[in-house]
C-alpha cells in the first residue's frame, strides 16, 4: 500500500514540474531567443584592408631599423615588414634554427635567406619555417653549411712547456 502511495505520489509531482516547465506566461528570460528573428539571414563578411591586423606604419619603421642594423633588407610595405617580423620570430623560436646567423631579406613578400648554419638539416628547417609563414609568396634559401669548428682538449702541450 506504501509502495502505491509513493508510486502515485511521485507521479503527481512529475507531471506537476513538466506543466510548469511548458507555462510560457511567466518567462522573464526575453532574451533567450533574441536570434530567432535573423534565422535564415546570412551575412558576408567584410575583407580587410589588410593581412597584417593591428601592426602600425611605426612598428613598420622600427623593424626596417632593426633590420637594416643586422644587414637585413625589408621592402617599404607594411606587409613586407610584417611578414620580416613573423620570419624572424618564428626562427627564434625554433630550437633547430640559429636565427641570429641567419639574415632574412623580404621584398614583396619574397623573402630570401642568407648566412651560415652548422648542418644541413639546419638549413632545411629555417626554408621550412620560411615557407611555413602566412604571408611568405616565396623563399631563397642562400644558406651556407659550415661545420663547426671543434676544440680538441686532447691536444698535446706545446713543446717547451709542461703544465
Known sequence: MIARVLILTAFLLSSIAIGACNETT???????????????????????????????????????EKAKANKETVGQSLDDAWVHTKVVAQLIGDTKTPERNINVDVVEGAVTLRGQVDTAEAKAEAERVAKATDGVKSVKNELKVVAAKTTNSNKPAPKGKTP
Open 26 to 64: 511567466s518567462n522573464t528570460n526575453t532574451n533567450s531567443n533574441a536570434n530567432t528573428s535573423t534565422i535564415g539571414t546570412r551575412t558576408e563578411p567584410t575583407a580587410t584592408a589588410t593581412a597584417t591586423p593591428r601592426y602600425t606604419e611605426e612598428q613598420a619603421r622600427e623593424e626596417r
